[in-house]
């Protein structure tokens, strides 16, 4: 009898790795934890996130920031300094160096795997397991990198409706993960994007969680918002800022909270927001 796929998902305690972890436990998949902690500023909250998932994580410290490092993002990015060069290459070879497990998985969806993505695209991950192909060559196991939610075609919304409508998680199990990339004290900082994000996922399904303060009061997300509803539907993906993914995390939650449908009314509301600030 042929052994269950072996697995290990880098987890840091937030929406997207939490999926991951159900999505392989659905498939049967025997699924270790790993978090490693590089030190940025929102750590803890990823730290406090997964204390209390009370999943066992195994939590490995890179001593890769200097003391007060600045990272500085895309200009006018409001993710908060999360641009580490090769983050992710680094990260996913040291967890298939320690667990050396069939598959690494990590967070990654579809819109975000473009090609400036350069370690989230097709060509990232094709070319990371062609080297790896080589350089686990002598052991038994020869981990894959994989990046299933990609691998799906799910964007965020995709990836939280499968979790929540198919009934493998709970509305609290889901509100308890951390996705807020600020380093303020609360759990959910609102200004960020991912927040905001969050924000209009949630009220399509009808949650609600607690912000430090609304997502429409900060410049970067009215910004971003004005700019997707004044992209066509029929937009190509490859010729717009904000993919249908991104767009159809954010639009469909603006017609519930503002009862209506209508772009220009909602642009009218956005402008004025901001022109307010």
Known sequence: MSKNKSITI?????????????LAESKGYDVKLMHFDIGQGYSKKEMDAIKN????????????LRPHQELSGKQENNSGNIFIPGRNMILASLAASINLTDEIHMGGLKGEDHAKATDKNKTFIDKTNDLWSYVYSPFDTVPKLVFPLVDNMWGKRDAVFWLYNGGYATKEEILSTSSCLSESESKNCGHCVVCCRRKYIFKQLGFEEKYEQDPLSGESNLKMIIEMLKTPDNALDENVHYDHWRREEIIPGLYIEFETENHDTLIKIMEEKLANL
């Open 53 to 64: 998932s009370g999943y066992d994580v195994e939590i490995r410290k890179v001593d890769w």
């Open 10 to 22: 880098l987890y840091s305690g937030g929406l997207d790795s939490f999926i991951m972890k159900k």
